[in-house]
C-alpha cells in the first residue's frame, strides 16, 4: 500500500473516532438533561398530588358557628361573673357596716341609741348574708364569700347577746359585783365595771402577742413614758417567745390568758375549752413563775358555759370598753388615735400586738400588720397624760 492510501486511511478511521466520541457525547448530555427534566417534572406531579386542606363551604359554617357559640358562652359566663363580684362587693359592704355598729355598741350608750344601732346591725347582717349566698360553689368569687360567711354566724350570735344585754340591761346592772374589788368585764356590765374603776384611769390592753415585731416595740414605748399595761396572750406565742414575756413582768406589766389557739371557744366542747385555759396558765407558770389572774375569749367571744370554766379556773373575765378596730385593714394611725382618745371616763383600752392568731380563721378585713398599733401609740399615751389621765394595769385600776 502506498503512503498515499496510509494516509487517506488513517484519516479515515480518526474521522470515524470523531463521530463516534462525538454521538457518544451528545447522547449521555442528552439522557442526563432529560433525567433530570423528568424527575424535576416528577417532582412537580407529586407537589401538586398532595391533597389540598378543603373545607367544604358547610363545615366552614358549623366551625364559625362554634366559635361564635364558644364566644357567646364565654362572654355569658363573663358577665355573670362579673355580677358575682358585684354582690360580693355588696355583701363586703354590709358586713363592713355590721363591724362598724358592732364597735358603736361597745361603747358606752345609752339603751335607745343601742337598740336603734342592733336594729341597723341585724338589716346590714341579713343583707350582706342574701348577696354572698347567692354566689354559686362554681364561681371564683365562692371561696370569698365562705370567708365573710363565717364571721357572718358569729356576728348574729353577738346580736343576740347585745340584744338580751338592751332588753335586761336594769337587771344586769343591778346585779351585785362578786368579788367586791374584782368584777367581770362583760358586755353586760360595762357602766359597772367603769364605775367600779380609779377616777381619771386608763387600761391599755394588748391581745395576740407576744410577737418579736410588735411588743417589743409597744415596750419600749410603754417604759419610755413610764406606762404599764395588761398584755393578754396567746399560749402557743409565749412558748416561742418566753423572753418577751420575762421583760413584761420584770418591766410591772400584766399578763393575761388569751387561749392557747386562739379560737372560737363557743364552737368546740367544754374539754377543749378547758385545755386551751389550762395550757396557757401552765405555759405561762413555766415561763415566770406566775400565774394570770384575768382572762379574755379570743373574738370576745363567749357564753355562761365558758364563764362558768373561767371562774373554776379563778380567773376573771376582761373585755373592753373602747375597740380601737386598729385589727382593720381600712385602719391607720389617725383612725386608731381617735378611737382611742374620744373619751373622757375611766377605760379599758382593746389593740394588737400581734397578728395572724390563728390561721385558720382570718377575718376577710383583717390587717396582716400591727405596726399602725405601734405607730399610734405614743399620740395615745401623750393625750392621756396631757389630760390629767394615768394609766394603769386592770388588777390595779380597780379601786
Known sequence: ????????????????????????????????????KEQKSSSNTVEKNIPENKIEPSEKENIIENKIDSNIV?????????????????????????????????????????????????????????????????????????????????????????????NNKNRYQNQNILPPNSPDLTIKNKAVFVNAM????IVLTFDDGPTSEYTIKILDILKK????ATFFVVGKRVQKNCPIIRRMYQEGH?????????????????????????????????????????????YGDQNPDLLNIVNRFGLKNAQWTIDTNDWRNSSNIKTITNLAINNNSPAVILMHDGAKTNPNFIHPEESLSRI??????????????NRGFNFYTLSNAIK
Not at 372560737?264 to 389572774?293: D, N, V
Not at 399602725?372 to 397624760?385: G, M, R
Open 74 to 166: 364565654e362572654n355569658q359566663l363573663e358577665t355573670q361573673e362579673k355580677i358575682y363580684s358585684d354582690y360580693l362587693n355588696q355583701g363586703a359592704f354590709y358586713f363592713k357596716s355590721v363591724t362598724d355598729n358592732f364597735s358603736q355598741i361597745n361603747e358606752n350608750i345609752d339603751e335607745l341609741t343601742g337598740k336603734n344601732i342592733l336594729e341597723n346591725t341585724k338589716i346590714n347582717l341579713n343583707n350582706s348574708q342574701k348577696f354572698l349566698e347567692a354566689i354559686p360553689p362554681e364561681s371564683r368569687y365562692y371561696n370569698y364569700a365562705q370567708e365573710y360567711q363565717k364571721y357572718i354566724v358569729q356576728y348574729q350570735e353577738s346580736a343576740k347577746k347585745w340584744e338580751d344585754y338592751f
Open 372 to 385: 399602725n398599733t405601734v405607730n399610734s401609740l405614743e399620740n395615745i399615751i401623750i393625750n392621756y397624760q
Open 198 to 201: 380609779k377616777p381619771k384611769s
Open 225 to 228: 413614758y413610764n406606762v404599764k
Open 1 to 36: 500500500m502506498s503512503d498515499k492510501h496510509f494516509k487517506s486511511l488513517n484519516f479515515l478511521f480518526i474521522f470515524i473516532a470523531s463521530v463516534t466520541i462525538g454521538v457518544v457525547s451528545a447522547y449521555i448530555y442528552t439522557s442526563d438533561f432529560f433525567e433530570k
Open 254 to 298: 400584766e399578763i393575761g390568758n388569751h387561749s392557747y389557739t386562739h379560737p372560737y371557744l363557743t364552737k368546740i366542747s367544754i374539754e377543749e375549752q378547758q385545755k386551751e385555759i389550762a395550757y396557757t396558765q401552765q405555759i405561762i407558770q413555766q415561763c415566770i413563775g406566775y400565774q394570770p389572774r384575768w382572762f379574755r375569749a379570743p
